[in-house]
């Protein structure tokens, strides 16, 4: 890197960490980045790869295959899902600051925190660049996680780009920068088929984010069928079964994310061990009566119903970066 790039860098980032006043467009310098960086594999989960950040590796959509981090399907006024891996252990919390390589502005993150910075649906509308550039923090303070022996960990939540280009995410330990990572973002869509599905069987509102936040977790679904949950709790929640490498679950899609997390789940089990729940929406009870203990798990607008499978319910939450519905 020559020195010119290194001043330029430095002070982009000085511009992210401080929120100085490098904010006028004459301030800005336009950044050499770099290209995207090349994506390497999870030391325990060699399917699941990242771009390395320190002890971290971002995951996006990038597309089946990729070996570069350049991030697909980029919709402007719309926050991008991304996951960030503990790949290795944290000595300590982790800052990260990012700019945009096209003029040097910081740009900010949303992570780590519950639910989606506005309400996401499929009938949102994209919210305006000013609101983009002031929403979330413009440095992410990730508390400190240990790598697991087995499985995987990680911080879920969402990168507010502003538009198509390069973007720079910086990582320090204190004041010690610890990790870069060059992202490039675009409005292309990646070239991949999703799971095989029934020819008259259309895509409910949201799955298609869904089946990408799955395959970005590391969780390939191999198959989508009609549900008989198709319904169940309302004509506006249509529902798909998706059948997985070692399992299954019923995904029911709600309006929007703020419908989904409305959604309450309560349990228990009958002294003759059966296990029943009452899932409430809008005051209106649903009940199950079930022979094993099932989870149901909330993910953007999605609610994941998994039966009898504690182990795969917990890979779920981790890739998702989600957790299960409240009582």
């Not at 990408?212 to 191999?222: S, W």
């Not at 079964?241 to 019923?250: N, W």
Request: charged residues 20%.
């Amino acid at each position: 890197m020559d020195d010119v790039r290194r001043f330029a860098l430095a002070l982009a980032a000085l511009c992210a960490i401080t929120g100085a006043a490098c904010a006028g467009p004459s301030a800005r310098p336009i950044v050499d980045c770099g290209p995207a960086s090349v994506l390497v594999p999870h030391p325990r989960e060699p399917s699941l790869t990242g771009a390395p950040l320190g002890p971290l590796l971002i995951r996006g959509y990038y597309g089946e295959g990729a070996t570069t981090a350049i991030v697909h399907g980029f919709a402007r006024g719309y926050p991008t899902k991304m996951l960030l891996l503990v790949a290795h252990d944290m000595d300590g919390d982790i800052t990260l600051s990012g700019i945009h390589c096209g003029d040097g502005a910081p740009f900010r993150f949303w992570l780590d925190k519950e639910g989606s910075p506005w309400t996401l649906g499929p009938t949102s509308t994209p919210v305006p660049e000013e609101v983009m550039r002031s929403t979330g923090d413009v440095r992410a303070v990730l508390p400190r996680l240990q790598a697991q022996p087995t499985g995987t960990v990680a911080y879920g939540g969402y990168l507010l780009f502003t538009g198509p280009g390069s973007y720079r995410i910086d990582a320090f330990a204190g004041n010690r920068r610890i990790g870069e990572a060059t992202l490039v973002v675009t409005t292309e869509p990646a070239t991949e088929a999703g799971p095989p599905r029934p020819a008259d069987l259309a895509l409910a509102p949201g799955e298609r984010d869904l089946l990408l936040a799955l395959r970005r977790g590391g969780i390939q679904v191999a198959e989508v069928r009609s549900s008989k949950m198709d319904s169940f709790l309302g004509p506006d929640t249509p529902a798909r079964f998706l059948v997985l490498g070692d399992g299954a679950v019923e995904a029911l899609f709600f309006p929007d994310a703020a419908d989904a997390a409305a959604m309450r789940a309560c349990g228990e089990k009958t002294p003759a061990g059966r296990y029943v729940y009452r899932l409430i929406r809008e005051e209106r009870v649903h009940g199950i009566d079930s022979a094993a203990p099932e989870a149901f798990i909330v993910s953007g607008n999605a609610l994941l119903m998994v039966w009898n499978a504690p182990e795969l319910a917990e890979r779920l939450r981790r890739a998702l970066g989600a957790a299960d519905a409240r009582c």
